[in-house]
């Protein structure tokens, strides 16, 4: 395996741990007031949330590192989502790691091509500092609900089930949620996930009043030295690629602080009925 494959591997596999680590971290009634469900398939995770406020939260990821992407792995997957009544899902594999037939297996499967993002990467030890004027740092036990509340309000999610979802989740030690502060007042948050020698930047979030101060490239780094103390040579994120013509001002933090590109990785749409019906 190249470096590049190796790269490659560890993004996948970091955000599909991450991912099913929020959604089967959460709390008994929260997984059955949203219909959750979280398994491991093929190298992979398959996460079902029938009752998505969101659209989101149900999407399938990882695959093709372990064990290849065919045919009947991805009808494995949409079988399970039938099986759970799901109605939407987001299938997220690497473009390196399709396989030759996908056209054939999106026809067979009633899977359409999505928005795409951009996966990147760096390591830490070369990474730019961010700066800002707010006071950034770890967020303490006692105020993870408050940290969730700022994620969901800045993605426009409701905080009813998803709020206990992602405080819930954030217990695993793995996570290290960080925050920006204005005075008292948490006006940014963000995530970590340390995974071996890898750590995953995610769920950045800044609320209207104080985009533009800094708060996510600082975040970034104090995440990334947090990432290093815990022995992490990486660091991978993802964020979605803007349109022609307009920006992420995500995509634009993370270039500057020197996190590099590595693909570009399309999000594929299985519903459970044809688009239009």
């Not at 499967?109 to 961010?130: C, F, M, Y």
């Not at 950045?204 to 947090?226: I, K, N």
């Not at 660091?235 to 979605?240: A, D, F, I, L, P």
Request: proline share 7%.
């Amino acid at each position: 395996m190249t470096a590049d494959q190796t790269m490659l591997a560890l993004a996948e596999q970091t955000e599909a741990e991450f991912m099913f680590q929020y959604e089967a971290g959460a709390p008994t009634d929260v997984r059955a007031a949203l219909g959750m469900t979280a398994t491991r398939m093929g190298g992979g995770v398959v996460l079902s949330m029938r009752h998505d406020p969101t659209g989101y939260w149900s999407k399938a990821l990882g695959f093709g590192v372990d064990e290849p992407v065919t045919a009947d792995l991805i009808a494995a997957v949409c079988d399970f989502y039938r099986a759970e009544a799901t109605p939407a899902a987001v299938l997220q594999i690497a473009p390196d790691l399709l396989p030759a037939d996908w056209d054939d297996i999106c026809a067979r499967e009633n899977i359409t091509g999505g928005s795409t993002w951009v996966k990147l990467a760096a390591e830490i030890d070369t990474l730019r500092p961010g700066r800002t004027d707010l006071r950034v740092g770890p967020v303490p036990p006692d105020l993870h609900g408050q940290w969730a509340s700022v994620v969901l309000r800045c993605f426009g999610m409701p905080e009813q089930h998803l709020g206990p979802m992602l405080a819930g989740a954030v217990r695993d030690p793995r996570f290290h949620p960080y925050a920006a502060w204005d005075g008292d007042e948490m006006v940014a948050a963000a995530n970590l996930f340390v995974h071996g020698t890898v750590a995953s930047l995610n769920t950045g979030a800044t609320v209207p009043s104080h985009r533009g101060r800094g708060a996510q490239s600082a975040l970034l780094t104090a995440r990334a030295a947090a990432a290093a103390r815990a022995g992490c040579l990486w660091v991978v994120s993802e964020t979605g690629r803007p349109d022609p013509g307009s920006s992420n001002p995500s995509l634009s933090n993370m270039l500057r602080v020197g996190l590099t590109p590595l693909y570009e990785r399309r999000n594929w749409v299985w519903r459970a009925e044809p688009a239009g019906s």
